[in-house]
């Protein structure tokens, strides 16, 4: 849609409100909350133009700045800020895990929520920084979403992965769904149990010259012609690919020539290699973790062979 005017005579909202687990630590959390309104576009008339309701649309918008987050359609039900506070602080008290901070991505689009764990997870000898990540989109690219975020101490690589089990649409009755969630919470500690073991079998999988390609040549997107000819790659590509299989060799010597070493290869270029235009604790979103993600996919499907 093009010249969409939003509606302005839109009801003061009440603020967010003050959790009592908020008074014994000082951390910033989200200070403006979402609203819907009403979209217009003007029409014209015999007497001028006009502006006429768009009929089965709206659009959710910050309270603080009005900035237009998603336009949608009225089915479409927003979680609020409120909301997933409330459930991060809730799950703080289930867990023991405590809440470190909330940010916003891409202009509030997005929301996190990080709460530290306090048993982090040690593979192969490492230890690791671990959190439990909440997830939450405005702009309707994603649901309400839990996952594991981590960081192995030794290098500061970083990896996060939000599990499918726990994943909410923003439907008429997701509120339910989420505090179901919260209420079979034991869930998340064997999705994470699973997440670890995977990790730990990566040690003892030995990988050939070949598995490494195979990945690069993923991540790099690599069409079949350009690996018979690579004469026919862009030097960009080239760069990329080379930025890549340095980052494999530095992990692979420290860590051994397994899936663990090769796995870690992409969490350090994502970490310390790639650029990227909004840094997102422990490459929760964007393009570094579609990257990790890929690798860890791919890791998976050599253990399954």
Known sequence: MTNIILH???????????????????IPTLKWEVLEKPLFMPELTTTGYRAKEVEGYKAITRSDTNEVLNICKDSYTPTTNQKFIETAFQISNITGYEVMQFCEVKGGKKVLAFLKVNNPM???????????????????????FIGNSNMMVRCENRFSKTFQHFKVFHTSNHYGKIDDLVKTFDTYNSQRSKFINSLGEYIDFEIVKEDKQNLVNLLAEVKPEEIEDPSKMSTRKSNLISSINNSIEIETKALGNNL???FNGITHYTSHVKKTREHVFCNALGGANDINNLAFNYCQSLTKK
């Open 260 to 262: 663990f070493g090769l």
């Open 122 to 144: 040690k593979i192969g000898g490492y230890d690791f920084k671990e959190w439990l990540m909440l997830g939450n989109s405005h702009d309707g690219s994603t649901g309400f």
């Open 8 to 26: 302005t005579n839109t009801a003061e909202i009440q603020p967010v409100q003050q959790f009592q687990t908020l008074e014994s630590i000082s």
